[in-house]
């Protein structure tokens, strides 16, 4: 089955920049038609999708975040990463990876555990 597990740092001086890293087991990040996203959770709030990347390399981005967010992949390494450029306190979450099973249609059929990044000088 495929499987998903974020990796990064769990504490983040406001003004530095964030990496966070999804290495996908049992399946592979190229295969025909998978979409790849980042999704994050704030305390208290709701499910804020961030972004993805396509199975063809080709990515989508939130347009409340793009000016800030980047997403790229690793095909050797089955990985994908999401960088944000400069973070906030307002960009404390639960970050989660998933699989979109149909073209950015936000219907992910697989998660990781999800990651708690805290943002906080």
């Known amino acids: 089955q495929v499987q998903l597990q974020e990796s990064g740092p769990g504490l983040v001086k406001p003004s530095q920049p964030l990496s966070l890293t999804c290495t996908v087991s049992?399946?592979?990040?190229?295969?025909?038609?998978?979409?790849w996203s980042w999704i994050r959770q704030p305390p208290g709030k709701g499910l804020e999708w961030m972004g993805a990347?396509?199975?063809?390399?080709?990515?989508y981005y939130s347009p409340a975040l793009k000016s800030q967010t980047s997403i790229f992949r690793d095909t050797c390494k089955n990985q994908f990463t999401l960088q944000l450029s400069s973070v906030t306190p307002e960009d404390t979450a639960v970050y989660y990876c998933?699989?979109?099973?149909?073209?950015?249609?936000?219907?992910?059929?697989?998660w990781g555990q999800g990651t708690q990044v805290t943002v906080s000088s």
């Open positions: 990347i396509a199975y063809s390399g080709s990515t």
């Open positions: 049992g399946g592979s990040i190229t295969t025909d038609f998978y979409y």
């Open positions: 998933v699989r979109d099973v149909r073209g950015n249609t936000n219907e992910y059929d697989y």
